[in-house]
């Protein structure tokens, strides 16, 4: 086992991990810039982590028939927030599994790097993945990672501005 599945929090001593870790203290929402542990000192401000699948998917990739045994956790979770909350889905399968716990059609809300969608109980905001193959590839480079968090550290402070 490594990464969460190591330590017991998500991303934490993974590779995509670091480059979030750092965005989360950058744009305010950890209190330090990395995790090595659940227990070591990290504390988050504004801000959960969740994962749409509680289980280890063979090839840490999971397949539609984990998601959908998971998706009614994570439609509990998604039930919980503040208002003017705003779900950041890291990837295909969080922003689908995101969509699919609030019943909604996939096809009125198509996933994309930076797409916003208003969802009404909450605000989701999308970015790829930052796994290693897409910040190997470019495919997320850090200064888009980078701009998604100040995005949604605008939206959350104009949505605290307007109560």
Same mark, same amino acid.
């Given at each position: ?10 991303f934490t001593g993974d590779h995509a991990g670091i ?20 227990d070591d000192g990290l504390t988050l401000r504004d ?23 998971? !998706?009614?956790?994570?439609?509990? =979770? ?6 003017? $909350?705003? /779900?950041?889905? *890291? ?44 910040? !190997?590839?470019?495919?997320?480079? =850090? ?6 968090? $100040?995005? /949604?550290?605008? *939206? ?8």
């Amino acid at each position: 086992m490594h990464g969460a599945n190591r330590t017991g929090r998500p991303f934490t001593g993974d590779h995509a991990g670091i480059l979030l870790y750092q965005m989360l203290y950058k744009h305010g929402f950890s209190s330090r810039d990395h995790s090595g542990a659940a227990d070591d000192g990290l504390t988050l401000r504004d801000c959960r982590i969740t994962n749409a699948v509680k289980c280890l998917p063979p090839d840490n990739k999971p397949v539609g028939a984990e998601i959908n045994t998971c !998706n009614a956790f994570l439609q509990c =979770e998604l039930q919980s927030l503040p208002p003017g $909350a705003v /779900v950041m889905a *890291l990837g295909g399968i969080a922003h689908r599994a995101i969509i699919k716990a609030l019943g909604l059609r996939q096809a009125n809300h198509k996933f994309g790097h930076a797409v916003f969608h208003d969802l009404g109980a909450f605000q989701l905001l999308d970015s790829y993945h930052c796994s290693r193959y897409n910040t !190997n590839t470019r495919r997320l480079t =850090e200064p888009m990672f980078d701009a998604i968090f $100040a995005h /949604v550290r605008e *939206l959350l402070d104009n949505s605290f501005r307007e109560r």
